[in-house]
DNA sequence: GATGGTGATGTAATCGATTACATAAGCGAG
DNA sequence: CTCGCTTATGTAATCGATTACATCACCATC
């Protein structure tokens, strides 16, 4: 394996015009330039990044920590991330913790290590002073989530309003026994639509069934058990605001399983806009979040953090919009 | 920021001593073992990785190629591929190419510049001669996709069995006009799947008719556009095999959209069986591929070549199986 | 008591690039 | 012609860990 040394000598040159030349910056003559290029074809030569990485204490690599990228939202989100670093000519480590919360910590350990310049994190569920601790230290992004009364770089929407938005829209449509299948309680945007729900039922002046709330994790199949308890009370719920699309469909699946008709039986809405939630029939009304934006801005976001660029705006509360289609009934189709 | 300098300082030892503690490797008394940690603790050091990357010449690190990170099949693979590597303390670098093979061929870069210690591809359209000069010098591993007449380790199911065995189950229901929904035909396993229809159609000497195979690219748009052109012909076909879900969830959009009922007027395919396949509605019947499998078997060979093991089965075919459900009648539901 | 072996620790080279600083050459202005 | 400035290039320190090799102390053996 050829090193710079090894150009250096071949172009009979020393080794720091031969890094001039690869690094483009300095003065080289075209003359040397060309013999120095010369030699590199010559040996194959590639330069060895672990030497730079050491040397300059960077590595041009952001770790984007997520729970599970299988679920279409976050690699969604990835897919922005992943643009704007290509473009930057940074690289993209990824860390799935697969929704255990220790692991999410344990990858925080990277950046006093060095491996990469900064990281992004779509799940939050780091002790709070660990993490203003270390992002006090190193270029640290949320994105999809914040951390309460933490002062970190986020980019999100404003999970309470989306679903007060779309609580709402089952209330206009005369629903008055909504019920709700939440994401995790330790996850802060669960909690959030959760008040966003109960400010919906507040300002019409529903009474909250408690029963009618019921934690899921975001998977199909905690969807469609929950959604069969809920059929399975005395007093069934009219409507099912589920926290995400995947939760959605599997509330629609359950209540078809138990013969009833979506939304003429029970009227259903989700969360997030995946490219199923359209597909699927009958195609669910939902809460559109620009995933690959979010990505792309909380890429940018660290950028400049990386960079050391003041940066004005530290939270960023992108917008997002109810669809509305087909799973609630009432409204037009899309 | 705190060095192993620091530390050996504080603790009155050598850095050598202080590695040594470090790896838990060579004789160091309980005494001075404990005096270290404790001037580790103090000093709340993390050594930089960097050094040691340089150092050892290793990264324990591994990139993964895929071709679109929002496709449910390459997902499921990679998070197999992630599971067997933070077993054995791997790490997981992402490469995104976005369905662009140049991008395949530069991200082969990473390896002679030491980035990572080895690469998994899970798209291979990379020159063959190329990819070989490559696989000889530096640990590579081919999963789902092989590389013609080239001796590259990989990991795969058969495809051109498993489309021959979908095909004629299809035939095997009485259809004799049977559509073929293919990906790129610059991706071998596209050109498999083909083969195998071509195979199955050949065995029960039914006439080709090049107008029934139309080239997608894997996408849930492009099922859903060529299946409304296929239902435009004169003798519009009675069956459509696609090369995977997304495309077959498409089609059966599509052949609804023009009014038509699957699978009674028209029958489908599909080919994976990713999650959706169960859910969608008819759920689809499918060539089941055993997908973390795939990742876990390819990274567990990688494993083997980047330690230099010798490797006695360089080529491993998975099972994969025939799943029947609703999409195309006759058969049983699961 | 000399010899050799073992275990603990230190010294310093090393990995491969980058870059601060030194040096030399070339050129224009006075 | 000389001074000073610019440009091109070289020398060598540096990044932070790992590790080959050296050293020293201690103990057992004959």
Request: charged share 25%.
């Amino acid at each position: 394996m050829a090193s710079i040394k090894d150009v250096a000598k071949r172009a009979n040159v020393s080794t720091a015009t031969v890094s001039r030349v690869l690094r483009n910056t300095g003065n080289v003559t075209e003359e040397t330039r060309q013999r120095v290029l010369e030699a590199i074809e010559a040996l194959n030569y590639q330069p060895n990044v672990l030497g730079r990485y050491l040397r300059r204490m960077e590595t041009e690599t952001v770790l984007v920590v997520v729970p599970d990228i299988t679920n279409p939202f976050f690699s969604k989100v990835l897919r922005g991330i992943e643009a704007v670093a290509l473009k930057h000519g940074y690289q993209v480590l990824l860390g799935d913790t697969q929704n255990d919360a220790r692991l999410e910590e344990q990858y925080l350990n990277v950046l006093p290590q060095r491996q990469v310049d900064g990281m992004i994190f779509l799940t939050a569920r780091i002790r709070k002073e660990l993490m203003e601790e270390m992002a006090e230290q190193f270029p640290i992004v949320l994105a999809c989530e914040y951390l309460e009364g933490a002062d970190i770089p986020t980019v999100s929407i404003d999970n309470i309003s989306s679903a007060r938005k779309a609580t709402e829209h089952l209330i206009r449509l005369g629903h008055r026994r909504i019920a709700h299948l939440s994401g995790p309680m330790n996850i802060i945007l669960s909690r959030d639509r959760l008040r966003g729900y109960y400010q919906a039922l507040a300002q019409h002046e529903i009474e909250v069934d408690a029963a009618l709330v019921q934690e899921g994790d975001f998977t199909y199949e905690s969807g469609y058990n929950l959604t069969l308890k809920l059929l399975a009370f005395e007093k069934p719920p009219t409507a099912i605001f589920a926290a995400n699309d995947e939760m959605a469909i599997g509330a629609v699946k359950a209540i078809r399983h138990r013969g009833g008709r979506v939304p003429d039986d029970v009227a259903v809405v989700g969360f997030d806009d995946i490219q199923m939630a359209s597909i699927f029939e009958p195609s669910l009304t939902t809460i559109a979040q620009p995933m690959f934006e979010i990505g792309q801005k909380a890429m940018e976001l660290l950028l400049r953090l990386i960079e050391g660029i003041d940066v004005e705006r530290r939270q960023l509360v992108l917008p997002d919009r109810l669809v509305i289609r087909d799973s609630c009934g009432g409204g037009r189709s899309v």
